[in-house]
């Protein structure tokens, strides 16, 4: 496989966290990154990188330490077997979310978004009652004379 880089912002969405948080693990990790990982300017992370912070994620989810992490990566360091098995980029990487996902948004936003429409209707029910309050209130004094005011 050939070596590409990529760049931290891609980086950070393959392994799921925040930008802070990559250079968080940068910096516990640096000793088994590249050169170019560990740069001040123009960090780029070769797939060997990538796979070194992915099992440390990894391995930090499992609840283990920065010390206990280091210690397994300096036990098992990955190798390059290791980089072939990963599936490429663009097809780790989806935009769609999984369709349960969206069932999930769509049960628990339909009620909110009702609710906030009948409030809306309201408002503007309220909206147009006070416009014909305010039409009544511009009207001469003459004509209310004659007229009964709005209800």
């Known amino acids: 496989m050939a070596d590409k880089t990529q760049r931290p912002g891609k980086v950070a969405v393959i392994l799921n966290v925040s930008g802070m948080t990559l250079r968080n693990y940068?910096?516990?990790?640096?000793?088994?990154?590249?050169?170019?990982?560990?740069?001040?300017?123009?960090?780029?992370?070769?797939?060997?990188?990538?796979?070194?912070?992915?099992?440390?994620?990894?391995i930090l989810r499992e609840g283990y330490t920065y010390d206990q992490v280091r210690e397994q990566l300096a036990n098992q360091?990955?190798?390059?077997?290791?980089?072939?098995d990963l599936p490429p980029y663009e097809e780790s990487l989806t935009d769609d979310p999984p369709s349960s996902t969206l069932q999930v948004?769509?049960?628990?936003?339909?009620?909110?978004?009702?609710?906030?429409?009948?409030?809306?209707?309201?408002?503007?029910?309220?909206?147009?009652?006070?416009?014909?309050?305010?039409?009544?209130?511009?009207?001469?004094?003459?004509?209310?004379?004659?007229r009964d005011p709005p209800e």
């Open 26 to 58: 940068i910096r516990e990790f640096d000793q088994f990154l590249s050169p170019q990982a560990i740069s001040k300017t123009g960090r780029r992370f070769t797939d060997r990188d990538v796979r070194t912070l992915q099992l440390a994620t990894s």
């Open 77 to 84: 360091p990955v190798e390059d077997e290791d980089i072939d």
């Open 105 to 146: 948004y769509e049960q628990f936003f339909k009620p909110v978004i009702a609710a906030k429409n009948e409030t809306i209707r309201a408002k503007e029910e309220h909206i147009e009652e006070l416009q014909k309050e305010v039409k009544w209130l511009q009207l001469p004094w003459y004509k209310k004379f004659f």
